[in-house]
């Protein structure tokens, strides 16, 4: 199961809720996977309360993205990693996930790095619109594509 408590609208949903669910992904041999509440200056809370889940559940867990914006906030990293380090049995059932990447922004300026800008209109920096948005706005041709692949599928194309 993945959470985004750190978005809307995950961000309503009470710690009691998420392990409930948890502990039904648990039954199935699931994991949890959480883009935490915060990962700036309340970070620490946010880990106790993926340590709770894991705790209260059973269940390994996954902290997705884990790492501490804000360069105020940077000396809360080494505290982050102690409350998982120190989490007992639920801290070996942790697993931070982290991309280590030296001074992220001056590498997507470089452009050697997506940026947001970048990943969310890719076509900005050639000026042509990808043809997956040009069959989106056509939508005849669409469906004529999609009836051909659909019938080149049921006569057993591709084999």
Known sequence: MSTGLEYIPDRYSKTEEVIALTKVVGEFGGIYTSHMRDEAAVICDAVRETVRIAEETGVRANIAHFKVCGKNNWGLMKQAIALIRDA????????????????????????????????????????????????????????????????????????
């Open 88 to 159: 007992g049995p639920a801290g070996s059932m942790l697993s931070p996930i982290s991309i280590p990447i030296p001074n992220p922004l001056r590498l997507a300026r470089s452009g050697r790095f997506p940026s947001s800008r970048t990943t969310s209109n890719p076509w900005r920096k050639s000026g042509k619109r990808p043809k997956t948005f040009i069959i989106r706005s056509a939508p005849r041709r669409s469906l004529k594509r999609r009836r051909a692949v659909l019938g080149r599928a049921s006569q057993g194309a591709g084999r």
